[in-house]
């Protein structure tokens, strides 16, 4: 398989294809909007060794972050690939919970953070971040610092999830709608909700 990183739009689309990382129809995202393609990223994560071939491409410009002490993902999606990138970075490695009472991520497992430790959130795909935000909150709390973003593939247009920046194997925008805005052609396809996290 590929591991060379796309430097195109449609470069990336033909490297997602090749994986079977694509797929069309109509999906509620995470963030609650609609769109009529999803980034399947668990054909990605299936193969390690090629996984690892594409964050290595990107160690230099993780470190321009600065330190990172530990390397925190939400499950489930971004746990595979978070221990990835903490065998890159050289830091411990955690993953946050959503809480199925609360919908809430938080730690578990004895999983902790240490004052003064700066963190690197980890996620496989992102169209708005998010998820990556709910973290922060509990980061601050226990006296962390959020040192930027890892994500294999950025939906978002954009190089920063909050005040955060981002770092990516790959970069591609697909139409995303509200749901007030989807559009006829889009509506007349049933909806699927991929993924784990409630949407509201």
Known sequence: MRTELPT???DTIEF???YGA?????????SGNHSNFYVKKGKL???????QRMI??????MKELGQIDVVLSPAMGGVPVGQQVGLAVHARTIYAERNPETNELELKRGFEIKPGERLLLVEDVITT???LLELTDFIKEQGGEVAGVFV???RSGKETVGEFPVV?????QFPVYAPDEIPDWLAEIPAVRPGTKKVE
Do not use: R
């Not at 994560?45 to 996984?51: F, N």
């Open 8 to 10: 195109s739009s449609d």
């Open 16 to 18: 997602l294809k090749a």
């Open 22 to 30: 694509v797929e069309q129809g109509h999906f509620v995202l995470a």
């Open 45 to 51: 994560v299936q193969h390690p060794w090629e996984l």
């Open 56 to 61: 290595d491409q990107c160690a230099e410009a």
């Open 129 to 131: 971040g998010g998820t």
């Open 152 to 154: 294999v593939v950025n």
């Open 168 to 172: 990516s194997c790959m970069e591609i």
